[in-house]
């Protein structure tokens, strides 16, 4: 598993692509479980518990979806495990760093700096979720950044229509 982590975050540092991970359905089962616990924990700092859960089982779901869809459409359905894995398993890793910086965004202690690091890792997200999408597709860059783009902005929108109460939209 030690294997599994460091090509996450050689993906995390553009090192790596999807194509590095196997493609093992038993790999994608356990990072499933791992991205719900990680967005239960962050979610659940400001929610109670039962929102906090269904809200990360939406969020491995548009996951899913989103990289089920975009490589039916674009003809690389072969890419699914390795691709999804990539996914879950680097949005599990940032959203543990991020961890920190939202628990004290909540008690207010270093707002400032948490909003500021919590920006950086959103950017962050959106970089290495960009990257996944080239090398799964074999699109540019502007492209996939692109496509990254609307994926999380369209995840956000569905959350927030979800859930009022989390985005704080009721």
Same mark, same amino acid.
């Given at each position: ?23 093992? &359905? ?6 499933? &479980? ?35 869809? *975009? ?20 949005? !599990?890793?940032?959203? +543990? ?5 939202? !628990?004290? *965004? *909540? ?6 700096? !948490? ?27 502007? +492209? ?27």
């Amino acid at each position: 598993m030690f294997e599994i982590i460091k090509r996450l975050f050689d993906i995390c540092l553009f090192t790596k692509g999807p194509q590095n991970l196997p493609s093992s &359905v038993w790999l994608l089962r356990i990072l499933v &479980v791992i991205d719900v616990i990680v967005s239960f924990l962050m979610v659940s700092i400001s929610t109670d518990w039962l929102t906090s859960l269904l809200q990360a089982i939406v969020s491995v779901l548009l996951i899913i979806g989103f990289s089920w869809l *975009m490589l039916y459409v674009g003809r690389r359905r072969e890419r699914f495990y390795q691709t999804t894995t990539a996914l879950l398993g680097t949005d !599990a890793l940032i959203g +543990f760093i991020a961890l920190p910086g939202m !628990a004290s *965004m *909540m008690i207010g202690k270093g707002i400032l700096l !948490a909003f500021i690091v919590t920006i950086g890792l959103m950017i962050w997200h959106w970089a290495v979720t960009g990257h996944i999408i080239r090398n799964a597709l074999g699109q540019s860059l502007t +492209f996939s950044l692109g496509l990254a783009f609307l994926y999380i902005l369209g995840s956000y929108q569905v959350i927030a229509f979800l859930f009022p109460e989390v985005a704080g939209t009721n």
